[in-house]
């Protein structure tokens, strides 16, 4: 949220550079994760929800990324 609380049933898409896509949906804390992600690569990132707007972000993953957040826009 805004406010920086996690929201649950949010749909979490990790997309690579050639377009492939995979989701995750938010655990009642606003968490999520993705397995077996290769490095070295850029993914965006992307947050779809029914209440909120989230900017994506693109990230280099080279290695065990965590507390990769996201602030909703009101």
Request: net charge positive; proline share 4%.
């Amino acid at each position: 949220t805004p406010a920086g609380l996690g929201i649950r049933n949010a749909v979490v898409t990790l997309t690579d550079s050639v377009g492939m896509k995979r989701t995750a949906t938010t655990s009642s804390f606003g968490l999520y994760s993705f397995d077996a992600v290769p490095t070295g690569s850029n993914y965006t990132i992307s947050v779809g929800s029914k209440r909120y707007r989230f900017a994506p972000r693109t990230l280099l993953i080279s290695g065990n990324l965590t507390d990769v957040d996201f602030i909703g826009l009101e």
